[in-house]
């Protein structure tokens, strides 16, 4: 069994920074992209950023050059680092990876709790 656990939500005033954390537990053999996407209320789930189990990393428009994505294979984790935030990125961010259990066996795409962030002064 495989659990994703986010941290590092919070409160946090427009223009500042926050870190979240992903890390997978459980029977992992490996574990290849990792992503971070968000909720805002009333909006659909979007996709803020990705990472290949290479390093190789995508942000979406919206979050280039505010928002950095990195990962430490070693931990099984996947960060997501927030800079110059807004209320626009107020939201549930949620941490899913694409992970193997088994050396052949089929990857499974599982999905964190999520974690709230919000931007408010």
């Known amino acids: 069994q495989v659990q994703l656990v986010e941290s590092g939500g919070g409160l946090v005033q427009p223009g500042g920074s926050l870190r979240l954390s992903c890390a997978a537990s459980?029977?992992?053999?490996?574990?290849?992209?990792m992503f971070w996407y968000r909720q805002a209320p009333g909006k659909q789930r979007e996709l803020v950023a990705g990472?290949?189990?290479?390093?190789?990393?995508n942000l979406a428009d919206y979050v280039k050059g505010r928002f950095t994505i990195s990962r430490d294979n070693a931990k099984n984790a996947v960060y997501l680092q927030m800079n110059s935030l807004s209320a626009e990125d107020t939201a549930v961010y949620y941490c899913?990876?694409?992970?193997?259990?088994?050396?052949?066996?089929?990857?499974?795409?599982?999905w964190g709790q999520g974690t709230q962030v919000t931007v408010s002064s």
């Open positions: 899913n990876a694409h992970i193997s259990s088994e050396r052949y066996g089929p990857q499974f795409s599982y």
């Open positions: 459980g029977t992992i053999f490996s574990i290849t992209a």
């Open positions: 990472t290949s189990s290479s390093g190789n990393t």
